[in-house]
Each structure stands twice: as structure tokens, then as C-alpha cells.
């Protein structure tokens, strides 16, 4: 079950939402907890219409590893929490590191990762690490700790929460008309980026992987890696947006993980907007205890290099997400030592360097046949092909500029200053906006135009 399907947006949550109404607060955790059970089960292929389709979700390797991974980090979070040696603290997070880090390991290089398995890993982590550093308490309660791990509005996709962001929210659920209006605005517009702009946008970006690289002019190349540049975009942020809003409907503050990262001047800039959470991960967990910047301008290389592999290997297990980890790690060295306050103090020469530079990164990101990959930069660089047809971008610039157009715009602040502006002006001005754009993404998921979203796979 995904969150842009009508069966999640009339019938699951609906459900889930009105349970939790309808419980005390002692209770609210424990609706919570079944709706995830039940929304990871449908995610891993169960169907309750018969008794084979439930037996299939019943014996799904995915669903087994998440509550392999909730009972052992439970028993290590409380096994930390309450030994006295610190020796035995450190052995038992050690532990923790290991079997958490090793699924992931191997499944990255070995075979498909299983749903969620990215993210709750390094949920897992974390809680561990807090709880022997003193930052978190090891959770006593299996419930709220099952939630935390597994709580269906970010188990496939994120944000990635530590236990010191969640905690209060499981042991203090409050339920308010104006979080559940917040979180309702969220969902909405989160369901709008996703269902209408990379829906729409990412139809180009599959119509060039169909034509193939070798095929198409630059000005098609261009294009395309623009619409993939869009499509990632609103795809997770999107997913983003309607976990954070579904977290507000449910009385959970969930962080935010996307602040406008193409407006950014440097790479630097657009990785502390992008993913956020994810980087925040990286900077306290890796970054920080290597020693940061406080060893050296070397020490300080070697640190972001170790983190940046580590960033494309989460991403994937294939030579062009390595890549595109060490170049994004070569620009942001570059930045800070070389070129970075240039960039910073020319706003719009930073801003042309990166309308530029986010395209080609995430045309190393999207292509993991270097084959292809060099065949696209080839179109890209105008280097002739025999194959090529011209004029093949007036056709889909017809088809897909007006969209192009719109994604760039909506990519900005600007919509959203305006948008506030009127609902500051005209509050009741916000709700035809917001129906529309619910009740067109609803139309299009009807037509089978909403694909799955793009972060499952990493």
C-alpha cells in the first residue's frame, strides 16, 4: 500500500486517523502500532481477501527483518540503559553496530534491500548510540519503541527520527484542531507535489530511458535531466511533506527534511537543504566522532570522504552511486577551500553554477550503466551521434515545457510566501486551492497515472 493510492487516502487512514479520536490518549500509541503492522504487511504484499494472499505477507523476509530489528535493538537499548560497567555499555553497542550494520551490508551488495531497510537501520543506530552517550533513555515501553522504529507515515521512505525527537510525542500525544488542519494542508500539498508534478514532470525523463541516450539532441538531454532533477525532488519531498503532515494529524512532530535545496549557491548549501535528516545522520553519527573539522584541514578531507562514500553507498550498491558520492565530495572540498565564499558573495553566479551542477550530479545518480551514463553525457556535451533526431525537443517541449516551467517555479519559496500570504489575507481563499489540488491528484491516481515512489528502491 503506498500513500498515493485511493485505498491508503479514503479507507486506511481515515481509519486510523478516527481510531485514534476515538481511544484515550493511554491507547493512542497502540492503535498507532497496529495500523503499522498492518500498513508494512500490506506493504509487503499481504491481502486479506483470501487466505494465500495472507499467508504471503504473513511470510515476507521484509516484515520478519523489521520485527527482528525492533526486538534486538529493544533488548540492547535496555541492555545499555541498565549496565553499570562501561565496558559492557560499549560491547553491547558494538553489538548493536554490527548486527544493524550487517543486513544492510549485505543485502546493498548482494541483493535488493528490503522495504524500509535504509531507514529504520540507521533509526536504530541512533537510538542505540543516544542511549549510551546519555542523550536518550533506553525505552522500557516495547509499544512506543515498535512505533518508533516501524510508525507507518515514514517507515518506507523517512524522515529519519531519533528517539530524542519522537519521545515526547509518544508519551504525550496531544491531539489538536489546529495540527490536524496543519496536518491536513501537508498531506495535501505533499500528495500535490508528488501525484501532479513529479507525476507529470517524470513522464519526460521515461520517455527519453525509453528513446535511449544515443538518440536524443542536447537540448532533449538537457531537458530530461532537468525533469529527473524535478521528478526527485517533488517525488521525496513530497513523501516528506504527507508523513510530516499525517505525523501533525496523529499527534507526532516528525522533522522536517527538505528546505528548497535548488536555490542553493553551492553543493555544500544544497546538501545541509536536501534530505536533511539524512545529512544530519551523517554529521552526528559519522562525521562528528572521526573528528569533524577539529583536527586539521586533512583530517577534516579525509572525514568528509569517509562520509560522502558512506552517502553513496546508502544510496546503492553500484559504481555510479560511488562516483557520484566522491564528486559531490571533490565539489564541496572545492567549495570550502577554493571557491565557496566567491559563491556565496555572487549570489547569481552561485545560482548559474548550480542550475548547471545539480542536472549533471543527478544524471551520474539516475544512471547505473556507465555505458549509458557516458552516452547521456555525450548528448549532453554535444558530442555528434549518427542517431540522434533533430528537432526532437520541440515535440516535447509542446508536450512538457509548460511543466518544466511549473516545476522550476514551484521548486522556490515564492509559491509558497504567496500561498501564505493569502491564507493570511483570505483564510477561507486557501481551501478551494487546496481541493482542487486534492481532488486532481485523486483524478489522476484514478487513472493510473501516479507511479510508486522513487526513494523504495534505495
Not at 534486538?72 to 553499570?84: S, V
Not at 493569502?422 to 493510473?448: C, E, H
Request: a positive charge.
Amino acid at each position: 500500500m503506498l500513500f498515493n493510492s485511493l485505498a491508503f487516502l479514503f479507507i486506511f487512514f481515515p481509519l486510523v486517523l478516527l481510531g485514534t479520536y476515538l481511544v484515550s490518549r493511554k491507547q493512542r500509541n497502540l492503535v498507532l502500532l497496529i495500523a503499522s503492522i498492518l500498513f508494512m504487511l500490506m506493504a509487503c504484499g499481504t491481502s486479506f481477501r483470501s487466505l494465500q494472499g495472507l499467508i504471503a505477507g504473513l511470510v515476507s523476509a521484509d516484515f520478519w527483518l523489521l520485527a527482528g530489528y525492533i526486538m534486538i535493538n529493544y533488548l540492547l537499548g535496555l541492555g545499555i540503559r541498565y549496565q553499570k560497567k562501561t565496558s559492557g555499555k560499549k560491547g553491547l553497542l558494538i553489538a548493536g553496530l554490527v548486527l544493524d550494520g550487517a543486513p544492510l551490508l549485505l543485502y546493498k551488495v548482494f541483493g535488493q534491500v528490503p522495504l524500509g531497510l535504509s531507514f529504520y537501520t540507521f533509526q536504530a543506530v541512533s537510538y542505540l548510540a543516544d542511549v549510551y552517550s546519555g542523550k536518550a533513555r533506553g525505552e522500557k515501553s516495547l509499544t512506543k519503541f515498535t512505533v518508533y522504529m516501524a510508525m507507518f507515515p515514514r517507515i518506507l521512505q523517512g524522515p529519519i527520527i531519533r528517539y530524542g525527537d519522537i519521545a515526547k510525542s509518544l508519551y504525550q500525544r496531544k491531539l489538536t484542531d489546529r495540527n490536524l488542519l496543519q496536518g491536513l494542508e501537508d498531506l495535501i500539498i505533499g500528495l500535490g507535489m508528488k501525484v501532479i508534478l513529479a507525476g507529470q514532470i517524470g513522464r519526460l525523463w521515461s520517455n527519453i530511458q525509453t528513446i535511449g541516450a544515443e538518440s536524443i539532441s542536447t537540448p532533449l538531454a538537457w531537458m530530461g535531466a532537468i525533469a529527473y532533477s524535478l521528478q526527485l525532488y517533488f517525488d521525496f519531498a513530497g513523501y516528506s511533506r504527507m508523513a510530516i503532515g499525517m505525523g501533525r494529524m496523529l499527534g507526532l512532530t516528525l522533522p522536517e527534511n527538505f528546505n528548497y535545496p535548488y536555490i542553493s549557491t553551492t553543493m555544500g548549501e544544497f546538501w545541509r537543504r536536501w534530505h536533511m535528516t539524512l545529512g544530519s545522520w551523517f554529521r552526528d553519527y559519522i562525521y562528528i566522532p572521526l573528528g569533524g573539522n577539529r583536527k586539521g584541514s586533512l583530517r577534516t578531507v579525509l572525514n568528509m570522504l569517509v562520509v560522502w562514500l558512506f552517502t553513496g553507498f546508502w544510496h546503492g550498491f553500484g559504481w555510479n552511486f560511488i562516483l557520484w558520492g566522491l564528486l559531490t565530495f571533490g565539489l564541496i572540498v572545492l567549495e570550502r577551500y577554493v571557491t565557496g565564499k566567491t559563491m556565496d558573495r555572487f549570489k547569481v553566479l552561485g545560482h548559474i553554477y548550480m542550475a548547471l551542477v545539480i542536472p549533471l550530479m543527478w544524471m551520474v545518480f539516475a544512471n547505473t550503466d556507465f555505458t549509458v551514463l557516458g552516452q547521456y553525457f555525450a548528448r549532453l556535451f554535444f558530442v555528434p551521434s549518427p542517431y540522434a533526431m533533430a528537432g526532437d525537443y520541440l515535440k516535447y517541449g509542446q508536450t512538457y515545457g509548460l511543466w518544466l516551467i511549473l516545476g522550476i517555479v514551484m521548486a522556490t519559496p515564492g509559491p509558497a510566501r504567496l500561498y501564505e500570504l493569502l491564507k493570511k489575507k483570505l483564510p477561507l481563499a486557501a481551501v478551494p486551492v487546496l481541493l482542487a489540488v486534492f481532488w486532481v491528484s485523486v483524478y489522476w491516481i484514478f487513472k493510473g497515472q501516479s507511479d510508486p515512489f522513487m526513494y523504495f528502491h534505495f
